[in-house]
């Protein structure tokens, strides 16, 4: 993300913010990665899995949590804002992925 110091331009977020996505933490995606590299399962094998938490959480919650951490290191984001652009045809509102796949074969 992108944030802005006090004279330039806000981040721009999707749409109005509450759009939310299930994330993933670096971890997730590492600790998926071994798992899939070290199964013994034989459905395993040669698959693809979705990675993420299981959860869905909303743009403006996640950029309130990375400018409540970032902020502490770059005081000038404290007066960050997020300006908000129009929706697009095509847009997904709400994504959860699907994890039960790796849940069961990982």
Same mark, same amino acid.
């Given at each position: 993300?992108?944030?802005?110091?006090?004279?330039?331009?806000?981040? $721009?977020?999707?749409?109005? =913010?509450? /759009?939310?996505?299930?994330?993933?933490?670096?971890?997730?995606?590492?600790? @998926?990665?071994?798992? @899939? !590299?070290? *199964? *013994?399962?034989? =459905?395993?094998?040669?698959?693809?899995?979705?990675?993420?938490?299981?959860? $869905?959480?909303?743009?403006?919650?996640?950029? !309130?949590?990375?400018?409540?951490?970032? /902020?502490? *290191?770059?005081?000038?984001?404290?007066?960050?804002?997020?300006?908000?652009?129009?929706? $697009? !045809?095509?847009?997904?509102?709400?994504?959860? @992925?699907?994890?039960?796949?790796?849940? !069961?074969?990982?």
């Amino acid at each position: 993300m992108n944030f802005k110091q006090a004279d330039q331009p806000a981040y $721009r977020h999707q749409r109005d =913010g509450e /759009t939310s996505h299930d994330f993933c933490y670096f971890e997730n995606a590492i600790q @998926a990665n071994l798992l @899939a !590299a070290t *199964s *013994s399962e034989p =459905g395993a094998v040669n698959q693809i899995f979705n990675v993420a938490v299981g959860d $869905r959480t909303p743009i403006n919650e996640l950029y !309130a949590t990375l400018k409540t951490s970032l /902020t502490q *290191s770059f005081p000038h984001l404290s007066a960050a804002t997020p300006m908000h652009q129009d929706f $697009r !045809a095509g847009d997904v509102r709400h994504s959860l @992925a699907d994890i039960g796949k790796g849940q !069961a074969y990982l």
